[in-house]
Nanobody
Framework: QVQLVESGGGLVQAGGSLRLSCVAS????????MGWFRQAPGAERESAAA????????YYADSVKGRFTISRDNAKNTVYLQMNSLKPEDTAVYYC?????????????WGQGTQVTVSS
């Protein structure tokens, strides 16, 4: 079992930055690929970014590419999402996810979510 706890969400003006953190507890963090998903009101949950268990491979949705950076610190059991140049359309609940294996295919565990609101 893996527990994921996100933090770092909040209200920010367009063009601003936020850094989300997700701390994992339970089984070996380094054996999981990690990802950040987001869900806006009335929309389906979508993948924003993902990182392999070693951190040497990353994925970004086209909508966040060049603005968001995902990283992980296996010594701290933590994955981060640095979000720059935020836009109102980035407003969503952001969920941390963990998947068994080297790459994120389908999450096995979810965090509770953290709200990100970007004002225009």
């Amino acid at each position: 079992q893996v527990q994921l706890v996100e933090s770092g969400g909040g209200l920010v003006q367009a063009g601003g930055s936020l850094r989300l953190s997700c701390v994992a507890s339970g089984r070996s963090f380094s054996s999981f690929s990690m990802g950040w998903f987001r869900q806006a009101p009335g929309a389906e949950r979508e993948s924003a970014a993902a990182i392999s268990w070693t951190g040497d491979s990353t994925y970004y949705a086209d909508s966040v590419k060049g603005r968001f950076t995902i990283s992980r610190d296996n010594a701290k059991n933590t994955v981060y999402l640095q979000m720059n140049s935020l836009k109102p359309e980035d407003t969503a609940v952001y969920y941390c996810a963990a998947a068994r294996g080297s790459v994120m295919i389908r999450p096995d565990y979810w965090g509770q979510g953290t709200q990100v609101t970007v004002s225009s």
